[in-house]
């Protein structure tokens, strides 16, 4: 298991049922950044992950 995990599995328990929509994400990610710049890079290489994903199916 990696360390990430553990915030994944929280993430997933206290809010597994929830319905979010991408502007929401994406806004959380950004206070995210605004609070810790050190992890801008991370999070832009992950919004752009997310944001491509769908790339394969074509």
Do not use: C, I
Request: no cysteine; glycine share 4%.
């Amino acid at each position: 298991m990696y360390f990430t995990d553990r915030g994944l599995e929280e993430l997933q328990e206290r809010r597994g049922d929830e319905e979010v929509t991408l502007s929401w994400l994406a806004a959380k990610m950004r206070d995210f950044v605004d609070a810790n710049p050190e992890f801008e890079t991370a999070v832009e290489r992950l919004a752009t992950y997310l944001a491509r994903d769908d790339e394969d199916d074509e």
